[in-house]
């Protein structure tokens, strides 16, 4: 009987987590549930690859948009569609153009009602556009239904990062002016901050209409903060970034306020992000058709990147250099890296045919 607020956050990382200038964000991802080896890899088609990804827990299918190739798709596993059919109302916004990446033919296919730039979300015309502004005209859509599911694809985190292109960034610009970094790194921070005055909002309106308990919010990013040099990262982070596995490290909120922090060291990706929230929210699915796998279930990790590299419990495969690198201590049995590396080819594989033969569509109809 939960309700779900599920967020998509334009470029959002553990980069963006300071307890000063992003206080809501820095809170939800030191409580709950609190993953401390996530991974957030990027994709083909960057921001609907990675939507594609958290939502679906399948991999894109390399040159073609996944989600959009979706739309005609049966996807009885979208929450839309799961958790509408247990009369949730189920809402998507975006606070960009309304058909940018085909969204208004992939979103209404997962189960939601739709609403963007240019279809009924009524929000200032600037670039990038508020994700205040976003929640603050989406919220009497759903708050005071009995049961609601809530996506949004937010945009004030992105790039460029700069002061005089960027509204998000020019907006907090003098209160990111203490950070001892270069204005790039600066203004990312800045744009942020809008994001995180989003979130806070939520909350406060939540608690004010008597629903903030019995509501899980969940917020990962599309991907890394690519806008940004690769120095201009170090500066944030304060050290360097190693870039074949750690440059993907980000940070997973599953956030509920009666919930004491629960702290998962396990190896996960947003692959693992849909499969884990149908079993919190006990939703019927098939785990065999899904390429992720839930992170609080006792099934070994599996971190996938996109140049077919991965991380599990015993070491990490570098598809670049061709090499698998154990953990200290662990013990690798007979041919685990070659075995893990065609298991990982699989999933691929699998993936794609999901998508171009509408395999579920075949196993349980339109």
């Given at each position: ?8 956050a334009?470029a ?17 991802a ?8 996530f991974?957030?890899p990027?994709?083909?088609v960057?921001?609907s690859d990675?939507?594609?990804?958290a939502?679906?827990g399948?991999?894109?299918k ?7 190739r979706?739309?005609?798709n049966?996807?009885?596993?979208g929450f ?10 189920s809402?998507?916004?975006?606070n960009?153009t309304?058909t ?5 033919k ?6 939601y009602?739709y ?5 009924g ?6 670039w ?23 996506y ?29 970094y ?6 990312y ?11 806070r ?7 004010k209409a ?6 899980v919010?969940?917020?990962s990013?599309d ?12 500066e ?5 970034i190693?870039?074949?596995f750690e440059l ?7 956030w509920?306020p ?29 785990s065999?058709?899904?390429?992720g796998r839930?992170?609080?279930a006792?099934t070994?990790?599996?971190?996938i990147?996109s140049?077919r590299s991965?991380?599990t ?7 670049r250099?061709?090499a ?7 013990v ?12 990982v080819?699989?999933?691929f594989k699998y ?5 171009d ?8 109809g339109?």
């Amino acid at each position: 009987d939960y309700n779900l607020i599920w967020i998509v956050a334009e470029a959002f990382s553990s980069l963006a987590l300071d307890e000063t200038h992003t206080p809501t964000l820095s809170k939800l991802a030191g409580e709950g549930f609190v993953f401390e080896n996530f991974y957030n890899p990027v994709w083909g088609v960057s921001t609907s690859d990675g939507e594609y990804v958290a939502t679906t827990g399948l991999i894109p299918k390399a040159g073609v948009w996944s989600y959009y190739r979706s739309a005609g798709n049966s996807m009885p596993f979208g929450f839309g569609n799961m958790l509408g059919a247990l009369g949730y109302v189920s809402h998507a916004y975006h606070n960009n153009t309304y058909t940018y990446y085909n969204r208004d033919k992939s979103y209404p296919n997962m189960g939601y009602v739709y609403k963007a730039v240019g279809n009924g979300l009524e929000i200032t015309k600037q670039w990038p556009q508020s994700d205040v502004e976003m929640v603050a005209a989406s919220l009497p859509d759903f708050i005071g239904a009995e049961h609601f599911l809530t996506y949004y694809m937010t945009v004030s985190g992105h790039m460029n990062y700069t002061f005089m292109g960027n509204m998000m960034a020019y907006k907090h610009k003098s209160q990111v002016a203490d950070l001892p970094y270069s204005e790039p790194a600066r203004a990312y921070i800045a744009c942020q901050m809008e994001f995180d005055a989003s979130v806070r909002l939520l909350i406060e309106e939540l608690d004010k209409a008597g629903k903030l308990d019995n509501t899980v919010i969940v917020i990962s990013g599309d991907h890394y903060p690519y806008g940004l040099e690769h120095s201009q990262m170090e500066e944030i982070s304060g050290s360097p970034i190693e870039k074949n596995f750690e440059l993907y490290r980000s940070a997973l909120i599953i956030w509920n306020p009666e919930m004491k922090a629960v702290h998962v060291g396990k190896y996960c990706s947003s692959l693992d992000i849909m499969p884990t929230l149908a079993n919190l929210f006990a939703l019927p699915y098939d785990s065999r058709l899904v390429m992720g796998r839930d992170i609080l279930a006792d099934t070994k990790p599996l971190v996938i990147f996109s140049n077919r590299s991965f991380i599990t419990d015993l070491g990490r495969y570098n598809a670049r250099k061709n090499a698998f690198i154990k953990n200290e201590g662990a013990v690798i049995p007979e041919h685990y890296a070659r075995d893990m590396a065609a298991a990982v080819n699989n999933k691929f594989k699998y993936s794609a045919a999901v998508l171009d033969r509408d395999y579920y569509g075949v196993v349980f109809g339109p």
